[in-house]
């Protein structure tokens, strides 16, 4: 065979000739993007700087979670609460201020999520955190009832219950320092799953520990994809080391949200037979109404303290167009009785209950372990914590009941400030529909851009809440609330798409805060100011959440 001679100058023709079909490919991919209108708009708003063609994508590729707080608070305060950056042809811009957020928030039109959140979809599917159209908006209409206060309220003797249980457990630890948002991860899912699902743990093994363990991991890789750009795409995280440790974390987290479905199924299907056989008659208008008529009390007039000081959503105008005697049916078995007249499949249960699982407990469970933090960081907070319990409760060590959580103004206001410092979800991120004008000098955020809202940064803006980093629940003060803008206090976020779980999150905190505190005395020797935030898909604490407890009196509550 001839032997094709390769001189010198064949191989520079080749390198020259790469090297000019690289330059065009840069040349062309430069004015492709930096003269897009997406990054044209951008460029507008004040921004850190950038190199071309790449944009901002160099900011992210060393950070951790460790960094994203600080390199946050310095850029808001170096730029002010409006930021556009772009990575590649993406154009994503951070609101802080109040005027602005709650031009996207309130619309019924940015209703879209990120692009960011379709990596949750392995774990939870096409679930209402994620989903949009007509199905967010079949399923939201489905969901937000079964939050509503006449189901709550029969909640709290199992908040009440589990929350004395975990009371018990922390006996062990008690002169010790330990980190509580072990224990408070495995207690909310607990309550979770005897709540909302309906599923009775009782006597038996309590499996809530290993799943809330799996969703932190879980939520660890899902948060480094949203910031490491060669885990982004499918393709390369799949020959990633975490690919394996994914599934192996999913395959626990959906195997306890696979059977709490099949339990509560056979409950159901138990209790068709039955009303069956005493021949009931079916309610067959389900989806129109979402609710079982009975005789309940009207929830009207005790929820005036769960109305709060949010923005108005549906779940108040459920709550208060409440007209005649209904008895609605918990999330569950509500979808499960949708399913049964062909209005809900098992897929989309499976998603809903996976989406309700995580959204449900690791956000309390955060909320909950800030405010343990928080008060044994304020002696004097806590004490007047103390001071209302005890004028509640007395010496008695009877259960908590609903209109004692009524009656814990104070506990209350910790808990609101403890969501304003420590916001669970310190960013909410969505996709827009369309051009929007901001009221921050009329800038125009174009079409497509992902609005990345940072509550952390807007509850510490000073104009708002003054000595913004200090600790004060008096900021709760309804005359202080009055006062203030709205959209200034969004730790559910807010308008169409807030949080359904919002109310059921305020009556579980109270009921489980409250518990432990009549129980125990809190001390930390670290302040607020020394707490080293990261900033995961929820907010934790870096250094752990630790604590030491003592008990307030001679004996622990023992029901
Ligand atoms: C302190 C506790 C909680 C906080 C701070 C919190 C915060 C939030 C926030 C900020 C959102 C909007 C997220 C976004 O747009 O990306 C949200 C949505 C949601 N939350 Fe919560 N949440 C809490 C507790 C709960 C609980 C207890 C449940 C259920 C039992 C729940 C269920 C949901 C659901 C299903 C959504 C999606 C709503 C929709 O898109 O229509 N949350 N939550």
């Not at 630890?173 to 072990?182: P, S, V």
């Not at 952390?456 to 004060?472: G, M, S």
Request: proline fraction near 4%.
């Amino acid at each position: 065979m001839d032997v094709i001679p390769v001189t010198s100058s064949y191989f520079s023709f080749m390198i020259s000739s790469l090297l000019v079909v690289f330059a065009t490919a840069l040349i062309a991919a430069y004015y492709y993007i930096e003269t897009s209108r997406a990054v044209r708009l951008i460029k507008k708003l004040p921004s850190p700087p950038h190199v071309p063609i790449l944009g901002h994508s160099l900011i992210t590729l060393k950070a951790s979670p460790e960094d994203i707080i600080e390199k946050g608070l310095e850029y808001y305060e170096k730029y002010g609460t409006v930021i556009g950056v772009y990575l590649g042809t993406k154009a994503v811009v951070f609101l802080i201020d109040p005027q602005d957020i709650e031009i996207i928030l309130s619309s019924s039109v940015h209703i879209d999520k990120s692009q960011d959140y379709q990596f949750f979809k392995p774990w939870l599917g096409d679930g209402l955190l994620i989903t949009t159209g007509d199905k967010w908006r079949r399923h939201r209409k489905v969901i937000a009832p079964t939050f509503h206060m006449n189901i709550l309220k029969t909640f709290v003797p199992l908040f009440y219950e589990n929350s004395i249980d975990l009371v018990q457990r922390l006996r062990d630890q008690i002169g010790k320092e330990f980190d509580c948002h072990d224990y408070l991860s495995a207690v909310t899912v607990d309550i979770l799953t005897e709540t909302a699902m309906g599923v009775r743990k009782g006597g038996k093994k309590k499996t809530g520990f290993d799943y809330a363990m799996a969703v932190m991991k879980m939520s660890d890789i899902l948060h480094r994809r949203h910031y490491d750009v060669s885990l982004r795409a499918d393709i390369l995280f799949r020959f990633s080391k975490f690919a394996k440790l994914q599934e192996k974390l999913l395959s626990i987290i959906h195997s306890l949200t696979n059977s709490v479905i099949k339990e509560k199924a056979r409950d159901v299907e138990e209790k068709h037979a039955k009303n069956q056989q005493q021949k009931e008659p079916q309610n067959d208008k389900l989806m129109e109404s979402s609710v079982m008529t009975k005789n309940t009390e009207s929830a009207k007039n005790n929820t005036a303290n769960y109305k709060l000081h949010y923005v108005r959503d549906d779940l108040d105008d459920i709550d208060e167009n409440d007209i005649g005697d209904k008895k609605r049916l918990a999330f569950l078995e509500m979808m499960l009785e949708l399913k049964k007249v062909g209005q809900m499949t098992d897929e989309e249960i499976w998603e809903e209950v996976n989406t309700i699982m995580f959204e449900g407990h690791d956000t309390t469970a955060a909320g909950s372990s800030f405010a343990l933090c928080a008060l044994g960081s304020h002696p004097d907070i806590q004490a007047r914590v103390h001071e209302e319990l005890d004028t509640i409760f007395g010496d008695s060590d009877r259960q908590c009941t609903f209109q004692d959580t009524l009656e814990m103004k104070y506990l209350e206001r910790v808990i609101l400030e403890t969501l304003r410092l420590f916001p669970p979800v310190p960013l909410i991120a969505r996709q827009l529909n369309e051009d929007v004008k901001i009221v921050t000098n009329n800038y125009v955020l174009p079409k497509s851009t992902t609005v990345l809202v940072v509550q952390f940064l807007t509850h510490r803006i000073d104009k708002y809440y003054p000595n913004a980093t200090v600790f004060n629940p008096d900021n709760f003060l309804p005359e202080k609330m009055q006062q203030r803008h709205y959209y200034a206090y969004i730790p559910f976020s807010a308008g169409p798409r807030s949080c359904v779980g919002r109310k059921y999150a305020m009556l579980k905190l109270k009921v489980l805060l409250s518990t432990i505190l009549r129980n125990y005395r809190i001390t930390s020797n670290k302040s607020i100011d020394d707490f080293q935030l990261r900033g995961d898909i929820i907010l934790k604490r870096h250094d752990g959440f630790k604590i030491k407890i003592e008990p307030r009196k001679s004996g622990l509550i023992n029901q």
